[in-house]
């Protein structure tokens, strides 16, 4: 999927914030859980006020999150780069199932969690034949925010994917008690602070913390850390 409008893009600066341009809806987006605490679906909650064009915060410092203040220039933040540069799948292994295969890229993980109940989407995808396993299998695959994981019809060879508006998402995880990454939806591009332009893709999760070891990309660090945007 592709983004709406051909000046939304997401610029990310050396050792600086992330700037938005084609101004991009902002708004927080909630992990809800199960009474067993399991990840279950997404809360969103009020837009949030912004400029047409925007920087927002990925050192984890600033006062005004999720906007930068220019905190990367007082604690000297590293924002270095270290993500592949390869296609997701060129990243991913590929999980062979009688209807619907999963392709999962393990590096772009950002903890949502949605994998795991009933059984784990690594357990269902042998079960796809079965039209209510299928279901729930597409339904927590299409969840994982950071699109590690992504469904595929075998017939058509097509990926099975929910359309998203193009949006970006400020992840709040209470189960974990932390505040997750940027969540970047329908198809916004991503530019690294070279010019390269990584991969344009339907779901990505982009480090706020700071934390990060496949920076710009979360790798789930928020929830080791207990990141708060507060």
């Not at 605490?37 to 064009?53: C, I, K, L, P």
């Not at 949502?112 to 079960?127: L, M, Y």
């Not at 994982?144 to 469904?151: N, W």
């Not at 992840?171 to 008690?177: A, G, K, R, S």
Request: with cysteine.
């Amino acid at each position: 999927m592709t983004s709406e409008k051909s000046n939304v893009r997401v610029t990310v600066s050396e050792n600086g914030p992330y700037m938005v341009t084609g101004d991009i809806p902002l708004a927080k987006q909630t992990i809800t859980t199960s009474a067993e605490g399991g990840s279950e679906a997404w809360q969103e909650g009020s837009a949030v006020a912004h400029r047409e064009t925007y920087a927002l915060c990925r050192c984890g410092a600033s006062r005004t999150k999720p906007f930068c203040d220019g905190s990367h220039l007082k604690i000297g933040f590293v924002g270095t780069e270290t993500a592949s540069r390869d296609t997701y799948l060129d990243q991913a292994k590929l999980l062979d199932g009688p209807i619907l295969q999963l392709t999962d890229a393990e590096s772009l993980c950002a903890f949502g969690r949605f994998c795991d109940p009933n059984g784990n989407v690594w357990s269902q995808v042998s079960q796809t034949d079965d039209r209510a396993v299928r279901t729930m299998f597409i339904r927590q695959v299409n969840e994982c925010p950071s699109g590690r994981l992504v469904a595929w019809d075998k017939a058509s060879g097509k990926p099975v994917e929910h359309a998203l508006p193009v949006s970006i998402g400020l992840i709040e995880d209470p189960e974990q008690q932390c505040s997750g990454p940027l969540w970047l939806r329908g198809g916004i591009p991503v530019v690294a602070a070279d010019g390269f332009e990584y991969e344009v893709r339907n779901r990505v999760t982009l480090c706020r913390c700071g934390e990060s070891k496949n920076k710009p990309f979360c790798d789930g660090t928020h929830a080791a850390i207990k990141f708060s945007d507060s």
